[in-house]
């Protein structure tokens, strides 16, 4: 008999914090390798235009196969144009680009809400990880440059109360030519196309298409751009993040990134893979708040960015969500009997504060102020 022992491979644990308290996983800790086109399909948005039911089922069937399998998609014929995307982009590299006192006017220290500048190095999204080397710049939801708001003045008190939106963003950026108007007009568009998905979400729920059209009036709809610059000798060598592991907080994130790579996603088997960029495309994820609504079936999917390219690389994620003061719990098509609701109604808003909350408690005692993002870390080798 042959005594040949077959190594197994070897496992970590992924603490993953919610808005429960910690979650684990087991993560293989064989390289990242590519994605395959079955765990990260490439999904063709245009038949969601067409004026046909069926046409439109077709791509929320394709969606619904996704969002169980790996939780993470590519959209082409996404509806957002190439000059918008050029524009932003052109904002984004004008922005980094200047002197750290001019990304300063806006530092998130004299945010309430999260929205402003965070300087590289200075968040750490996976305590277990390194700190992340990216820096960014972030707003949120406001009703003022939404494209389907009638009228400002008849929104009422209890949605008011959840806009987290700060006029500073725009102001300590007035000196960059066209800044504002490029800026606002890709998360604009990135609104439109989040409200035309979402009819898709719900559909690929079995739910009628126009089910959360009233819950997403005033949604949670937050822009960020993620400069990540080359790391340092010392950060290649210790492997620091871009990133950190974490998933993210609302119904699902629309991400534009370059075509630099970096960003990793935790498949079914704990396995990293690359979500290469693909031209003309924009990568789809399913948040906690989704995964929740639909008792787990969607998938939630961990990932992080790895910037071990010699260049700098840049993302512009969106993040899409239910009006935050919207009561929610599982929807009617994803419990039954057999199969009850795991989750207890919760409006959105709540929800995203309840993690903020504990991050921002386990962050303080961890490394002080600093971390805002969804988080997680290694526990064991
Ligand atoms: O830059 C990326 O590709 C990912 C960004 C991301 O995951 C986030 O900001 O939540
Ligand atoms: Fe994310």
């Given at each position: 008999?042959?005594?040949?022992?077959?190594?197994?491979?070897?496992?970590?644990?992924?603490?993953?914090?919610?808005?429960?308290?910690?979650?684990?996983?087991?993560?293989?800790?064989?390289?990242?390798?590519?994605?395959?086109?079955?765990?990260?399909?490439?999904?063709?948005?245009?038949?969601?235009?067409?004026?046909?039911?069926?046409?439109?089922?077709?791509?929320?069937?394709?969606?619904?196969?996704?969002?169980?399998?790996?939780?993470?998609?590519?959209?082409?014929?996404?509806?957002?144009?190439?000059?918008?995307?050029?524009?932003?982009?052109?904002?984004?590299?004008?922005f980094f680009k200047q002197d750290m006192d001019k990304k300063m006017l806006i530092t998130q220290d004299q945010s309430k809400y999260f929205n402003g500048y965070k300087g590289p190095r200075s968040t750490n999204v996976s305590p277990g990880e390194?700190?992340?080397?990216?820096?960014?710049?972030?707003?949120?939801?406001?009703?003022?440059?939404?494209?389907?708001?009638?009228?400002?003045?008849?929104?009422?008190?209890?949605?008011?109360?959840?806009?987290?939106?700060?006029?500073?963003?725009?102001?300590?950026?007035?000196?960059?030519?066209?800044?504002?108007?490029?800026?606002?007009?890709?998360?604009?568009?990135?609104?439109?196309?989040?409200?035309?998905?979402v009819k898709a979400f719900a559909s690929s729920l079995d739910l009628d298409e126009n089910y959360f059209d009233s819950k997403?009036?005033?949604?949670?709809?937050?822009?960020?751009?993620?400069?990540?610059?080359?790391?340092?000798?010392?950060?290649?060598?210790?492997?620091?993040?871009?990133?950190?592991?974490?998933?993210?907080?609302?119904?699902?994130?629309?991400?534009?990134?370059?075509?630099?790579?970096?960003?990793?996603?935790?498949?079914?088997?704990?396995?990293?893979?690359?979500?290469?960029?693909?031209?003309?495309?924009?990568?789809?994820?399913?948040?906690?708040?989704?995964?929740?609504?639909?008792?787990?079936?969607?998938?939630?999917?961990?990932?992080?960015?790895?910037?071990?390219?010699?260049?700098?690389?840049?993302?512009?994620?969106?993040?899409?969500?239910?009006?935050?003061?919207?009561?929610?719990?599982?929807?009617?098509?994803?419990?039954?009997?057999?199969?009850?609701?795991?989750?207890?109604?919760?409006?959105?808003?709540?929800?995203?504060?309840?993690?903020?909350?504990?991050?921002?408690?386990?962050?303080?005692?961890?490394?002080?102020?600093?971390?805002?993002?969804?988080?997680?870390?290694?526990?064991?080798?």
């Amino acid at each position: 008999m042959s005594t040949a022992t077959i190594t197994q491979p070897s496992i970590a644990k992924l603490e993953l914090r919610t808005g429960y308290g910690p979650v684990y996983r087991d993560v293989l800790t064989t390289p990242p390798r590519d994605c395959t086109a079955e765990e990260i399909p490439i999904i063709d948005l245009a038949p969601l235009y067409s004026s046909e039911f069926s046409d439109r089922k077709v791509v929320a069937q394709e969606i619904r196969a996704a969002a169980i399998n790996t939780g993470f998609f590519y959209v082409k014929n996404h509806g957002i144009d190439d000059e918008t995307i050029a524009n932003a982009k052109k904002q984004l590299l004008a922005f980094f680009k200047q002197d750290m006192d001019k990304k300063m006017l806006i530092t998130q220290d004299q945010s309430k809400y999260f929205n402003g500048y965070k300087g590289p190095r200075s968040t750490n999204v996976s305590p277990g990880e390194s700190v992340d080397v990216k820096e960014s710049m972030s707003w949120r939801y406001s009703p003022e440059y939404d494209p389907e708001t009638k009228d400002l003045d008849a929104i009422p008190e209890e949605i008011k109360r959840w806009f987290r939106a700060e006029p500073f963003v725009w102001e300590g950026t007035a000196h960059l030519p066209g800044f504002k108007e490029d800026v606002l007009h890709y998360w604009a568009s990135c609104l439109t196309l989040s409200r035309k998905l979402v009819k898709a979400f719900a559909s690929s729920l079995d739910l009628d298409e126009n089910y959360f059209d009233s819950k997403v009036t005033y949604p949670g709809a937050d822009g960020v751009f993620n400069y990540y610059p080359v790391r340092t000798a010392e950060e290649k060598a210790k492997e620091s993040v871009g990133l950190g592991s974490h998933t993210d907080l609302q119904l699902f994130t629309l991400l534009w990134q370059d075509m630099t790579g970096g960003l990793q996603v935790l498949n079914k088997d704990g396995q990293w893979i690359k979500a290469t960029p693909v031209e003309g495309t924009i990568v789809v994820n399913i948040g906690d708040f989704m995964m929740r609504l639909c008792n787990d079936i969607y998938k939630s999917t961990v990932h992080r960015v790895f910037n071990d390219s010699p260049a700098e690389r840049i993302s512009m994620p969106f993040f899409f969500g239910l009006n935050l003061n919207c009561v929610e719990g599982v929807v009617p098509s994803c419990a039954s009997e057999k199969n009850p609701a795991k989750y207890e109604p919760m409006s959105c808003g709540d929800w995203c504060q309840m993690r903020f909350k504990l991050e921002s408690n386990a962050f303080e005692e961890n490394h002080g102020k600093g971390a805002l993002a969804p988080s997680a870390k290694i526990v064991a080798a």
